[in-house]
């Protein structure tokens, strides 16, 4: 079979086309293999192949090279095309793929889910051995339209809209649609059309006809022109949603905890209210002590394995024992009633109900095929998963390295523990069986969102826990020296310390980033879009040493620190052991300490100067203060620890890891008490050198660290992609997350303009998706009573209402809250539940304290918020489940 590639490209002395892709003749996608194209003249490329017969399907791309170095290729989707033995020349003509100018509306989140289009086989499609095939890029084209072709011959209806063909959609974005070449003379004119289901015209497409002028073709020929797109020039999509944790739903059959059963009925009401997106937060395992610590969603010992809390045990099948479904059917009575999640009692009876599941059923089940294929798929993270559970289980502990001779992973070791000889086998199947459950139920509600046209929306979280799967098993990826946070910003003054380890960006890079790929390939069976968790740490993460508690001692990794020259070339004399090491003037110690001032200086510091003290050596670091004060909790000692801690953090500059004399300044250090001690001079100098530091200095380097590692993560996967790009965001962000088309997060009380207390939701970027508030946030109800004097300057200069703001957020005025971020640009709305609710009396709590999910400045908060209402009585809720459709339509969101 001849094949002949075609394409149409103007280069430039010494620049050659090549095509590179599925088969051995084309490389198999290897570009050193690829095959030169010759060139023709007048622009024209061209390549010719003799195929064996046996070839089916090629998919292929062109790639522009010069002096034997790619330069740059097609945008990321390939060309295909499919060969039928019944025709011996295939000639292919095709336009150079651009990025299209919304590549948003080509993600999953769109292609299959919000416009998912089933495949056609209309009758106009021909597949004769002679014909003329022409493909179209068209995301738009929603469930109930379809895509036309008109044209001025009678094969295309002579222009006339009811005799215009349907295109075929198997691959949806793409339609095609096959002619019959001999009714087709040259020139062809044509143009695409959108239709609805009764064949009446939605659109045409924009601009002039398209016109096709080709050469005769043979008896046995196919022809094949792709690469096109349909023009529109339709108005901005935009959708609302609903961000809320799966553990805070509740349902009449949840456990005391919302599940993958509550998830998939809440699809139900998300609908019911003319919504398109649900948001979680992270789903995976965090089990570690079973205590109520492992609730914070984002600490997973697991990127892979989901949480066994969301099991839906009604869903997974009944107890045969009478005596034991009816104990548990008290305890999913007893802890479905509580106001918020009981996770402890939670955890252990759901974990009990499914072990007594498993002795009654777990045989059969890993006997069934879908349970085979499921093993052999997940295979590579489910087996170090199942030993971890198990060792942690029988070590009663998480920490690997307490784990004796298996603290070190050993592939061999634990593929022989986890195999079906082994004794240990009864164990740590049943966490295969877990998994199993999860999957199939996760999928299964997947499925059921992405029929009804749901998007759900996942979360990455940017760390892993330090006693991790991942980092027992790949330690190489991880810097365990170090801990991740995040600087001071608006959620805590003293930044924040997740704990996590940092990662070991460069060993990620020689591999292409495929730990990351893995990860994200995992998340896009289950979601079609999701949030990368502080997107800023791509650029630089926060990196605190591992004698910190507290954040204020991290810096920016990777960095361009400072040389002692570049400090006093900004004026300031520089003198390293005084700035660099923690010490405090005894005349601000009453400022910590108050009448405890003369205690503390007995017992835990030592005079450096005549009026300067540093913190003795058994207490010179937070990590040894907060073990002297560990179970300690009265006034005296909490004081004493927090004074302790600040003396920790009283440098202006911090030595760097690995370059020595070289410094970083330390955050927030204008608030420090070393640097009340300055001179004037040297106050400037320094402000001026902070400033440049933190805000300046790093811009172009951050902005290619995070292309560098962004790009290939976001070209490989086909979920829409969003970042959580708040706190202190290097000036290079917006262009980066604009050229990879991430969406932004935009909330109007957290303004990305330094000049502005709110942001102008009017003004918000198309590509983003704002919020009224986030997980890390109080709700507005909560938020509307925190401070008086911002509150009434929100009602004056935002919402422009008369008189003195009310104490209490309204349900009239968290309508018009919630409105406002409705109408604004932005293609994504998801607003929290919590939200939602503000704006019906009939339906909101009473209690607003309770609604609050995290306090990030508190690094041991309880994970615990649940709905007060179930989602049957949520589901006739009318009146309120009316007002959230009118909003939506009046906003103009689809």
Not at 51 to 64: D, H, M, W
Not at 124 to 144: D, F, H, Q, T
Not at 462 to 474: A, K, L, M, P
Not at 772 to 780: A, E, I, K, V
Request: hydrophobic share 40%; proline share 5%.
């Amino acid at each position: 079979m001849k094949v002949s590639f075609n394409i149409h490209f103007h280069t430039v002395w010494g620049q050659k086309l090549s095509v590179v892709g599925s088969i051995p003749e084309l490389g198999m996608w290897e570009p050193a293999f690829a095959r030169g194209m010759v060139y023709r003249g007048n622009g024209n490329w061209q390549l010719e192949l003799d195929l064996p017969s046996g070839v089916q399907v090629i998919e292929y791309r062109y790639f522009l090279s010069g002096n034997d170095k790619p330069i740059f290729e097609e945008w990321e989707k390939n060309h295909r095309i499919v060969l039928d033995s019944r025709s011996g020349r295939y000639t292919l003509y095709d336009y150079w793929q651009t990025r299209p100018a919304n590549p948003a509306f080509y993600s999953s989140a769109f292609t299959g889910s919000l416009f998912a289009h089933p495949s056609h086989t209309e009758e106009s499609a021909m597949e004769g051995p002679k014909r003329l095939v022409i493909k179209i890029y068209a995301p738009r084209v929603e469930k109930n339209q379809r895509l036309a072709i008109s044209g001025n011959q009678e094969c295309l209806g002579n222009w006339d809209i009811q005799k215009a063909l349907i295109l075929r959609c198997d691959a949806f974005p793409e339609w095609q649609i096959s002619l019959d070449a001999n009714k087709v003379s040259y020139p062809l004119e044509y143009k695409f059309l959108v239709v609805d289901d009764r064949h009446e015209l939605a659109y045409w497409e924009t601009d002039e006809n398209r016109t096709l002028n080709l050469s005769s073709q043979g008896e046995d020929e196919v022809v094949a022109v792709s690469g096109l797109y349909f023009r529109d020039n339709l108005p901005l999509w935009r959708c609302a949603g609903t961000v809320v944790p799966v553990f805070s739903l509740r349902s009449e059959r949840s456990f005391g905890v919302g599940d993958l059963g509550d998830l998939r009925l809440f699809i139900d009401w998300i609908r019911k209210t003319r919504q398109r997106i649900i948001q979680v937060l992270p789903m995976n395992d965090t089990t570690m002590g079973y205590t109520w610590a492992d609730s914070y969603p984002y600490s997973a010992i697991s990127i892979y394995a989901l949480h066994p809390l969301y099991i839906d045990l009604s869903w997974m099948g009944a107890l045969n024992d009478a005596g034991e479904a009816a104990f548990y059917a008290g305890k999913q009575a007893e802890l479905n009633g509580k106001e918020s999640v009981e996770y402890e009692a939670v955890l252990k009876y759901k974990i009990a109900y499914c072990r007594t599941f498993f002795e009654q059923e777990g045989k059969a089940l890993l006997d069934t095929p879908e349970y085979a294929a499921f093993y052999q798929e997940n295979a590579p993270w489910l087996i170090p998963y199942a030993a971890y559970s198990y060792f942690r289980d029988q070590y009663k502990t998480p920490d690997f390295s307490k784990w004796g001779s298996d603290a070190a992973y050993n592939k061999t070791r634990i593929e022989r523990l986890c195999d079906k000889a082994s004794g240990a086998y009864p164990g740590i199947s049943f966490y295969f069986f877990l998994q199993f459950v999860l999957h199939t139920q996760f999928s299964s509600v997947s499925d059921y969102a992405r029929r009804n046209g749901i998007v759900l929306k996942g979360d990455i979280p940017i760390g892993v826990n330090r006693t991790s799967v991942e980092v027992w098993t790949e330690p190489g990826y991880f810097n365990l020296d170090a801990q991740a946070g995040a600087p001071p910003d608006d959620f805590s003054v003293n930044g924040q310390n997740w704990m996590f380890p940092t990662y070991n960006w460069d060993a990620m890079e020689r591999d292409d980033f495929s730990w990351w790929k893995r990860r994200l390939l995992h998340l896009s069976r289950y979601f079609d879009c999701f949030r990368i968790d502080h997107i800023l740490g791509f650029f630089r993460i926060w990196e605190i040493p591992q004698e910190s508690v507290q954040g204020l001692c991290g810096r920016f990794n990777p960095a361009l620190p400072l040389s002692t020259e570049e400090i006093e070339h900004d004026g300031m004399s520089f003198d390293e052991s005084r700035f660099t090491t923690p010490h405090i003037h005894d005349g601000f110690l009453p400022e910590l300490f108050g009448d405890l001032t003369d205690e503390v200086k007995n017992a835990y510091l030592a005079q450096s100067s005549s009026r300067h003290f540093v913190l003795k050596p058994f207490c010179d670091t937070q990590r040894k203060i907060e073990a002297l004060f560990d179970g300690k909790r009265d006034e005296a000692s909490l004081r004493i620890k927090n004074g302790l801690y600040a003396i920790a953090n009283e440098a202006l500059f911090l030595r760097d890891r690995h370059e020595k004399g070289k410094f970083h300044p330390r955050i927030s250090a204008n608030q420090s008490f070393i640097y009340r001690e300055l001179t004037n001079t040297d106050r400037y100098a320094f402000d001026h050198l902070y400033w440049d530091f933190f805000y300046h200095r790093h811009n172009h380097f951050w902005r290619a660290q995070a292309f560098k590692r962004l790009t290939p993560l976001v070209a490989s996967t086909q979920m829409l992609v969003c970042g959580e790009d708040l706190g202190m965001i290097p000036e290079s962000v917006p262009d980066v997350m604009s050229k990879l088309q991430i969406l932004s997060l935009e909330i109007e009380r957290m303004p990305k303009a330094p000049d502005r207390e709110f942001a102008d939701l009017r003004y918000l970027p198309y590509l983003s998706v704002c919020t009224t508030s986030t997980h890390d946030m109080p709700p507005l109800r909560n938020w509307w009573k925190e401070d008086r004097a911002r509150r009434e300057r929100y009602c004056r200069h935002v919402l422009q209402l008369p008189g003195d703001a009310p104490d209490e957020c309204t349900a009239e005025i968290a309508t018009r809250i919630v409105s406002n971020h409705l109408a604004s640009p932005s293609m994504l709305a998801i607003i929290p539940l919590q939200d939602w609710f503000a704006v019906d009396d009939t339906v909101k709590r009473k209690d607003i304290e309770t609604e609050r999910i995290n306090i990030p400045a508190n690094a041991a908060h309880y994970w615990r918020y649940r709905m007060h209402l179930t989602i049957e009585s949520l589901m006739d809720a009318g009146v309120f489940n009316a007002k959230i459709r009118f909003m939506i339509e009046q906003s103009g969101r689809k």
